[in-house]
């Protein structure tokens, strides 16, 4: 079994960035890809942003693209998002996810298509 640990997370003004981390540990050489949901109080968790771990492949959520960056260090089996420009509405706790078993683009972009989950970093932002 794979175990996800998410840190980075804070309060930041708007305007400004973090980057979030998750390190993977345990079985990991199972995993396909890794990805970013978020959900803020009384919302839907939202897909945010996912890497296909071999390839590098890069999905993200519409809105996000050009403020947000994931990237991945696949020696120290961590994925990273980058947050720039950030706004009261990206206010979240941003959840780290993992799945072994799905591979198309549709279901990577959303949360059923993981099975492995953290526990979640809270970010928040001040206007």
């Known amino acids: 079994q794979v175990q996800l640990v998410e840190s980075g997370g804070g309060w930041v003004q708007a305007g400004g960035s973090l980057r979030l981390s998750c390190a993977a540990s345990?079985?990991?050489?199972?995993?396909?890809?890794m990805g970013w949901f978020r959900q803020a109080p009384g919302k839907e968790r939202e897909f945010v942003a996912t890497?296909?771990?071999?390839?590098?492949?890069?999905y993200y959520a519409d809105s996000l693209k050009g403020r947000f960056t994931i990237s991945s260090d696949n020696a120290k089996n961590t994925v990273y998002l980058q947050m720039n420009n950030l706004k009261s509405e990206d206010t979240a706790v941003y959840y780290c996810?993992?799945?072994?078993?799905?591979?198309?683009?549709?279901?990577?972009?959303?949360?059923?298509?993981?099975?492995?989950w953290g526990q979640g970093t809270q970010v928040t932002v001040s206007s």
């Open positions: 345990g079985r990991t050489r199972n995993r396909y890809a």
């Open positions: 890497i296909t771990w071999s390839a590098g492949r890069t």
């Open positions: 996810a993992a799945t072994a078993a799905i591979t198309n683009p549709y279901y990577l972009q959303r949360s059923t298509g993981y099975n492995i």
